[in-house]
T-cell receptor, first 114, second 111 residues
């Protein structure tokens, strides 16, 4: 089975801090994604990557950046955390760039910014 | 993105079949129908997907209408572990990976 591992389940940070959320997948998947999930708003795509060092903005990239230096690792960076970035963050991966390729999600990181 | 419509909630009894409907009247010819579920405090989990034909796997079955404007996820014998939010989403072609997860259907399974 595909395993997508997010480094932290819970994280508490202060406003203005730089925050790194790490995600690792073990199945040599090409594509990786970062979503945030908020009550009433569903899952919203922040960024995705289709190859090493390649990235594309999703629907809500403002205040975030990403890094993919190795195929298995995709990092989400909050340059200066704000309270409105308190959320559940979900990482996902998929094998190829195709509609027939399902997404595999990690268990999420619940980030609280105080 | 083509949108999907699902009931907000459904209830079932343990060991009975469950049919979870999804309407997607604006589906395009190249959209795949995917189903995911999310258990409490976990990330979404892939369940099944299909294009035109009905699909079966160890978790569930997917019945797709002939006009593809609706589909039904079938859990053959619901267990308490199947209680979750079920999402039906469409994944289309090109670079459109801005997947829209709606609010899904909250399935409650009664013992």
């Amino acid at each position: 089975d595909v395993k997508v591992t997010q480094s932290s389940r819970y994280l508490v940070k202060r406003t203005g801090e730089k925050v790194f959320l790490e995600c690792v997948q073990d199945m040599d998947h090409e594509n990786m994604f970062w979503y945030r999930q908020d009550p009433g708003l569903g899952l919203r795509l922040i960024y995705f990557s289709y190859d090493v060092k390649m990235k594309e903005k999703g629907d809500i990239p403002e205040g975030y950046s990403v890094s993919r230096e190795k195929k298995e690792r995709f990092s989400l960076i909050l340059e200066s955390a704000s309270t409105n970035q308190t959320s559940m963050y979900l990482c996902a991966s998929s094998f190829s760039w195709g509609r027939d390729s399902p997404l595999h999600f990690g268990n999420g990181t619940r980030l609280t910014v105080t | 993105d083509a949108k999907t419509t699902q009931p907000n909630s459904m209830e079932s009894n343990e060991e009975e079949p469950v049919h979870l409907p999804c309407n997607h009247s604006t589906i395009s010819g190249t959209d795949y129908i995917h189903w995911y579920r999310q258990l409490p405090s976990q990330g979404p989990e892939y369940v099944i997907h299909g294009l035109t034909s009905n699909v079966n796997n160890r978790m569930a079955s997917l019945a797709i209408a002939e006009d593809r404007k609706s589909s039904t996820l079938i859990l053959h014998r619901a267990t308490l572990r199947d209680a979750a939010v079920y999402y039906c989403i469409l994944i289309g072609g090109g670079s459109n990976y801005k997947l829209t997860f709606g609010k899904g259907t909250l399935l409650t399974v009664n013992p």
